[in-house]
C-alpha cells in the first residue's frame, strides 16, 4: 500500500511503498477512503507523543470501507461503509465496562498506538467494540472529518459540559475544534461566543451560528470582553485551542458554577498551564477534560446530523491528494486557512 511515513520526529515526511495490513482476529482491514489532517497528527509527528513508536504512519480521522474481517469479528462484513473514533476501547477492562471506552485502560488509537490512516488501507482493532456504520446519506469525506474534531466538540459541549439552551457557550479558538463546538452548541440552543485571532475563522464561526465574536488581538482584554457580551461569564467555557492563555481565559470567562472543558491538547512546553484557582475555588468552578467519544455514542450525533440539525459538511475546506497531504501535515502549526483539509486522492 501507499502511505505517508516519518522514520525520525521533525524530520520530512514522505510517501513509501508498505506491505498492506491484515486483520487481528479481533478486527478489520479498512480501504480509506477520506482522511482528515489534524493538528494532533503534527503533535505526533513533532515527537509530542509518547505512544509513537519510529517508523509511523500517521492518521486517526479516518473513514472507508471494510476490505477485510478477523476471524472473531461478529458485526461486520466486507463492504461496509465505516468511520472509527480516534480512541478505541479493548471492550474487558473497567472503564469500557463501565461505558468510557474513551478513557480505556488499553486504548487502541489508529496514528498513534498503531499505524494510521495516511494511507491506502489501515487496521483497525477490536472492531466489534469501535466501529461505527455510516448512513448511506453520509459522504466520505464529511464521515472522516467527524474522527476527531467533531466527535470531541459533541462530547465536550453535550456530555461533559451538558450544556442547555439558552446558556452562554465561550469558545476559545475557532480551528476545526472550535468550529465543530460552535456548531454542536448552537443545534442545542445555547448562545455561542466565539474567540479567535483570525478575522476569516471568526466570520466563518458567526456563519455557523455564532451570535457574537471577539477578536482577541484586538481587544484589551478577552475575559473582560466575554463577561459583558454575556452580562457575567460563560455557563459553559471551552478551550478548542491548547494553549496557556486560552485555556486562563476560558476558565477565567465563566461565571460562578461554570464549567470549563479543556478540549485542545496542552502537550510540550505548554502542558503545565496557570490556573487562576482562587476563582475555581470562591466560584465552584468545574475543569473537564474531553477526550474522544465512545462509538456508541455517535448514534446521537448522526441521528441530528441525519435530521439537517448538524452540518459537519460545512466544515471542510480543502480536499487534497495523499501527495499534497505532507505538506498540510508539516505546517498544521501555522494555521493556514479556515475549515478542515480532508484527504480524498490516494
Known amino acids: 500500500m501507499k502511505a505517508v511515513v516519518f522514520e525520525q520526529f521533525s524530520a520530512p515526511l514522505r510517501i513509501q511503498q508498505l506491505a498492506d495490513p491484515t486483520p487481528e482476529a479481533h478486527g478489520v482491514v479498512v480501504k480509506v477512503m477520506a482522511n482528515g489532517v489534524c493538528r494532533s497528527d503534527w503533535h505526533g509527528w513533532m515527537g509530542h507523543d509518547t505512544d509513537i513508536q519510529l517508523p509511523h504512519v500517521p492518521g486517526h480521522e479516518l473513514s472507508g470501507v471494510v476490505e477485510a474481517v478477523g476471524k ?8 461496509d461503509r465505516v468511520t472509527v473514533p480516534f480512541v478505541g476501547g479493548c471492550g474487558t477492562c473497567p472503564e469500557c465496562h463501565s461505558g468510557n471506552h474513551q478513557v480505556c485502560d488499553s486504548q ?63 469558545v476559545h479558538g475557532c480551528g476545526g475544534v472550535g468550529l465543530s463546538a460552535v456548531m454542536i452548541a448552537n443545534a442545542i440552543g445555547a448562545n455561542v461566543v466565539a474567540i479567535d485571532i483570525s478575522e476569516d475563522a471568526l466570520n466563518l464561526a458567526r456563519q455557523l451560528g455564532a451570535v457574537a465574536t471577539v477578536n482577541a488581538a484586538k481587544v484589551a482584554n478577552v475575559v473582560e470582553a466575554v463577561a459583558e457580551i454575556t452580562r457575567g461569564g460563560a455557563h459553559v467555557s471551552l478551550d478548542a485551542l491548547g494553549h496557556p492563555t486560552t485555556c486562563f481565559n476560558s476558565i477565567s470567562n465563566l461565571r460562578k458554577r461554570g464549567k470549563h472543558v479543556q478540549v485542545g491538547l496542552m502537550l510540550a512546553e505548554n502542558s503545565t498551564p496557570a490556573i487562576p484557582m482562587s476563582k475555581v475555588i470562591a466560584n465552584e468552578l468545574e475543569i473537564l477534560g474531553s477526550h474522544g467519544m465512545q462509538a456508541y455514542r455517535y448514534d ?44 480524498t486522492e490516494f
Request: aromatic share 10%; charged share 20%.
Open 72 to 79: 472473531d469479528v461478529k458485526k461486520w462484513r466486507i463492504g
Open 108 to 170: 487502541f488509537q489508529p496514528g498513534f498506538t498503531h499505524w494510521g490512516s495516511f494511507a491506502e488501507y489501515v487496521s483497525i482493532h477490536y472492531a466489534d467494540v469501535n466501529l461505527v456504520a455510516l448512513p448511506e446519506t453520509l459522504d466520505f469525506a464529511t464521515a472522516a472529518s467527524l474522527g476527531c474534531r467533531f466527535v470531541t466538540s459533541f462530547r465536550a459541549v453535550v456530555d461533559q459540559g451538558k450544556t442547555s439552551a439558552g446558556q452562554w457557550v465561550a
Open 300 to 343: 446521537a450525533m448522526l441521528a441530528m446530523i441525519e435530521s439537517g440539525k448538524l452540518a459537519p459538511e460545512k466544515l471542510i475546506g480543502k480536499r487534497i491528494s495523499l501527495e499534497q497531504s505532507i505538506d498540510a501535515l508539516m505546517n498544521m502549526d501555522k494555521f493556514e486557512g479556515a475549515g478542515v483539509t480532508v484527504v
